[in-house]
């Protein structure tokens, strides 16, 4: 049976980024597991019929300023700010996107009172009055997706794609991985998993067996292409209270040179309910309202193209993979991941080694 030092599960850009350390820092053996067939995770393109490949949905980065910098070199990929910097939609107005984090950092501050000094050390606990920088990389996932398979070659990364991962046993001298069908697919010393790993059963040689109550989402994602907009320029919007859509984003310029002259390509986040109870007409027919009601688009104005995708996604109980861990003694080690520039700042100390050659 194939043995490595290693297997993480997933491709996403920290996963990768992760088995470049351990390779080069740690000097050990790594193979990276995914089911989906291309690297990348969530980070992935799609291409509609009649529409230029275009980032799967709407995405807004966190705002960290060294993290921004330390993943523009792990990464060696672009960024550039929002223009305009992101916004929020409460009642009828747009209003700077900080002010959402303002909110969300008293409120942690409240919680947190009790461990006050590294609640506020946390890299999302910030207050601003005037709205921070956000950054984003120039062509959206279209860029990381092309930065991935460069660190992938650069590094030669060892990948299996396709590959579902149903069950993990823990013995005395390794950890092995089953497959949906009970076939053996690898062992190794240690196991990495994201936070949002889909692993039915975790078994252990006492005879515990933890099985993870992962909780499914589906992230459905609306591209439409108007023409004759005529509106307020936006980037990014998080939208407040409605009940079909949760967030929007301008992505025109990911993909530019691919439209006609006078169209503007927009993707919409969709709630789940909506979607399952609406026609892609209706939901048509909602968006032109909502993008008039903020002055996005002008009475004119008319989607010429329209088409809609479901990307799932999984998440882990934060209790339930520290007990995994515990149970594992260390043969298992979970790397968070839901959120993509905290992530990064979660592990800078030891990403930052790869920067300045510094090798075990």
Sequence with gaps: MYRCNVVIVGTSPISLIEAC?????????VLNIDERSVAGGAWTTVKHKGFPEVE?????????????????????????????????????????Y???????????????????????????????????????????????????YQLIDQNKLELKLDTVIKTVKITKDAVCLFDQQGKALCESDELVLTSLSNIASFQ???????????????????????????GKAFSYIRTNGDQVIHRLSDMTSQVH???????????????????????????ETYLLAYLKKYKLIADTTKIIKIASSVYP????????????????????????STDFVYSFYNQRDRYKQLLSGNSK
């Design 21 to 29: 350390f351990l390779k080069k820092i740690e000097n050990k053996t």
């Design 56 to 96: 799967a949905g709407c995405h807004i980065w966190s705002y960290e300023k060294s993290t921004y910098q330390l993943i523009r070199k792990l990464l060696n990929i672009k960024l550039t700010s929002l223009a305009p910097q992101p916004t929020i939609a409460y009642k009828r107005w747009l209003i700077p």
């Design 98 to 148: 900080d002010y959402k984090a303002n909110v969300l950092s008293a409120q942690k501050i409240i919680k947190g009172v009790k461990n006050i000094k590294t609640t506020i050390q946390a890299p999302d606990v910030r207050f601003s009055l005037v709205p921070s920088n956000y950054l984003y990389p120039i062509r959206g996932a279209a860029d990381l997706k092309k930065s991935v």
């Design 204 to 230: 252990f040689e006492d005879g515990k067996e933890v099985l993870p109550m992962t909780r499914k989402v589906a992230y459905i994602h609306v591209h439409f292409i108007l023409k004759g907009v005529q």
């Design 257 to 283: 040179e691919e439209l006609n002259e006078h169209e503007k390509l927009f993707c919409a986040g969709i709630f789940a309910e909506a979607y399952n109870k609406m026609s892609l007409e209706a939901i």
């Design 313 to 336: 996604s999984y998440y882990n109980n934060v209790e339930t993979m520290k007990e995994i861990e515990r149970l594992a003694e260390g043969k298992i080690r979970f790397l968070r």
